[in-house]
């Protein structure tokens, strides 16, 4: 018998990518599943997507994970793809159903929205939120955020022509007001900040201003680790609640792992280990 034939091969492909957590975080799922999972972290630039996933697809992998800056891209050279990556025009997700059938899912909205409803017990119905940035990140948990039905949604970016095209990619699954880092805040503030920006990398400060934010406001960042530690100290000073986004990154590997291998691993545990191992 083939010792392989039981190996599922799966990758995440970016540029930088050998910082992914994503390799380590599939090996627990695989583990918990029993299954036995080669998942690679494989750098490749935009020039080079196309051929190196017709590689992968022909050496018989089962799927990849794909992050900046290949979303969009993947997206486009996926046969089809389920509403979460079509709506918003990107995939996190791809799937070889055969070497030259490939499908594209965005587990990012599901993932985002699996962290806030059930690992932080925040409740999105009937709330203002606010996502802050409008870049692929934004762009795939827009859709997902729409679903769970909030009272408004409003995006802001520093570039505002950005955040409106975005909202009107999205205008036939919702209203989304959107606007410039300045613009006002609904009466109140907003319930939910989800800051998704880049700015925690760049060290340039947070992008969030006081008045954003109603009476117990919650903030979520998308960023964790370092790219947190602004934004985690700014909210503090205010009393803010911020948490950042080690869960969302785990749930939308749940949600991949699952999609490529039908079992849906626990997240909690690998949430926590992570959490220990990121520091
Ligand atoms: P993109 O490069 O696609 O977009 C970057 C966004 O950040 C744009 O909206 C950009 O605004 C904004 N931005 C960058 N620098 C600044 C700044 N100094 N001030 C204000 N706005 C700024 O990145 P992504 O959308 O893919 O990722 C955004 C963040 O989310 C990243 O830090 C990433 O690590 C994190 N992320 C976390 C995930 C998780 O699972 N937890 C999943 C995906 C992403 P403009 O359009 O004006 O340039």
Not at 49 to 72: I, M, W
Not at 179 to 188: E, S
């Amino acid at each position: 018998m083939d010792q392989d034939a039981a190996l599922i091969r799966l990758a995440v492909l970016g540029n930088p990518v050998k910082h992914s957590h994503s390799p380590w975080i599939h090996s627990r799922f695989a583990s918990e599943a029993g299954l036995d999972v080669d998942y690679s972290a494989i750098e490749v630039d935009a020039d080079h997507l196309s051929r190196v996933l017709l590689k992968l697809a022909d050496e018989g992998a089962r799927g990849c994970n794909l992050t900046l800056p290949h979303k969009q891209e993947a997206f486009k050279l996926a046969n089809r793809a389920g509403d979460s990556a079509r709506i918003p025009g990107s995939a996190n997700t791809l799937v070889f159903e055969s070497p030259s059938r490939w499908r594209a899912e965005n587990t990012d909205g599901p993932g985002l929205v699996q962290d806030v409803l059930h690992n932080h017990s925040i409740s999105l119905a009937e709330r203002s939120v606010c996502v802050l940035g409008a870049g692929g990140a934004a762009a795939g948990i827009l859709y997902d955020l729409l679903l769970q039905r909030p009272a408004n949604l409003t995006l802001l970016n520093r570039n505002p022509e950005r955040a409106k095209a975005l909202a009107q990619r999205l205008e036939a699954h919702g209203r989304i007001q959107a606007g410039g880092l300045n613009a006002t805040a609904v009466p109140g503030g907003f319930d939910l900040l989800i800051h998704a920006t880049a700015a925690g990398h760049r060290g340039t400060g947070p992008v969030l201003s006081d008045d954003l934010f109603a009476t117990d406001a919650v903030c979520y960042d998308l960023n964790y680790g370092a790219a947190h530690e602004e934004l985690s100290l700014w909210c503090s000073e205010r009393g803010i609640t911020c948490h950042d986004g080690l869960g969302m990154l785990v749930e939308q590997a749940a949600a991949s792992f699952e999609i490529w291998t039908g079992y849906r691993p626990q997240s909690l545990p690998v949430i926590e280990a992570l959490r220990d191992r990121v520091g």
